[in-house]
């Protein structure tokens, strides 16, 4: 069983925007609560805890649901290695300053 936590607030801030923009996207699709739910295999109940932004939905449950509205694609982006500036910044600060080539073994005669 994982150990509970109290997400931090910017972790909370993040969530309730997420569930709000998939609560507008529902609506400008013009599709019911139940209908999303059917096509992203999850429950009414879970799917207004989406548009809550409750950090206790599994995340396989928010890509679902992304998915079912045809937004799944921007999901795939959020962690992308040519977005994380950081990452590549560290990543380059261990290279070495120099490398040198091995020189082949000389045959033995």
């Known amino acids: 069983m994982p150990t509970p936590h109290r997400p931090t607030a910017g972790v909370r801030r993040a969530l309730r925007k997420l569930g709000a923009d998939v609560r507008d996207a529902r609506k400008r699709r013009r599709l019911p609560m ?3 739910a059917d ?4 429950s009414r109940s879970t799917l207004q805890r ?3 932004g409750d950090p206790g939905v599994g995340m396989g449950i ?11 694609d921007e999901l795939t982006a959020v962690a992308d290695v040519s977005r994380d500036t950081v990452g590549q910044s560290l990543a380059t600060a261990d290279l ?7 020189r082949p073994a000389k045959p033995d005669v």
């Open 96 to 102: 070495p300053a120099r490398a040198r080539l091995r």
């Open 34 to 36: 139940s209908v999303l």
């Open 39 to 42: 096509r992203a295999f999850t």
């Open 50 to 52: 989406i548009e809550e």
């Open 62 to 72: 928010y890509a679902a649901v992304l998915q079912a509205l045809g937004l799944l």
